[in-house]
């Protein structure tokens, strides 16, 4: 069975950083990518960035671009979002999900909340 | 920019057939993914490629994709198909790529 498990999230001060944690089981992570999606509360999903299996390929949203970075260690079944300079639209439920670079998303964890507030 | 749209709100009585439009000119040219998200729960891939469904979902939800439109159509709707749907696209730009969720629909089943 497909898990994803998310971790880190929490509160922070505007202009502060998270890092957020993925780690992955039941199936060969090194074999997929992998991409961070969110969802701002009471609002719709809003793709955040994806990394292919092999870490080749790095695509960011445009709203987080220059601030986040994803990377993923393949030997460890993670993937990780170091999230800098956050602001308050930064708030949202953060999911990890599985899929094809250019494909769908077939697999999600149930997310990790990071709240940006003074 | 690349902006997918469906309708807010969709209203069907149970047993009756519900369809979700996803629309953006030439939208037929590019793969389209649909998700279920169930309040407080993770979202749930339901078709992909337009018309594919993952293992364990139901016959009852099939996909089309044509011209500006792509739909997602749910047959012999039930009360536990009450949910928010989201339709997805990658889209590219050079050697840019982006992914795209429309707004979402929200399901309500009478």
């Known amino acids: 069975e497909v898990q994803l498990l998310e971790s880190g999230g929490g509160s922070v001060q505007p202009g502060g950083s998270l890092r957020l944690s993925c780690t992955a089981s039941?199936?060969?992570?090194?074999?997929?990518?992998m991409s961070w999606v969110r969802q701002a509360p009471g609002k719709g999903l809003e793709w955040v960035s994806s990394i292919s299996s092999s870490s080749t390929y790095i695509y960011y949203a445009d709203s987080v671009k220059g601030r986040f970075s994803i990377s993923r260690d393949n030997a460890k079944n993670s993937l990780y979002l170091q999230m800098n300079s956050l602001r308050a639209e930064d708030t949202a439920m953060y999911y990890c999900?599985?899929?094809?670079?250019?494909?769908?998303?077939?697999?999600w964890g149930q997310g990790t909340l990071v709240t940006v507030s003074s | 920019s690349y902006v997918l749209t469906q309708p807010p709100s969709v209203s069907v009585a149970p047993g009756q057939t519900a369809r979700i439009a996803c629309e953006e000119t030439n939208i037929g040219n590019k793969p389209v993914h649909w998700y279920q998200q169930k309040p407080g729960q993770a979202p749930v891939l339901v078709v992909f490629d337009d018309t594919d469904r993952p293992s364990g979902i139901p016959e009852r939800f099939s996909g089309s994709n044509s011209g500006n439109t792509a739909t997602l159509t749910i047959s012999r709707v039930e009360a536990g198909d009450e949910a928010d749907y989201y339709c997805q696209v990658w889209v590219s730009a050079g050697s840019d790529h982006q992914v795209v969720f429309a707004g979402g629909t929200k399901l309500t089943v009478l």
């Open positions: 039941g199936f060969t992570f090194s074999s997929y990518a």
């Open positions: 999900a599985r899929g094809l670079m250019a494909g769908s998303f077939a697999s």
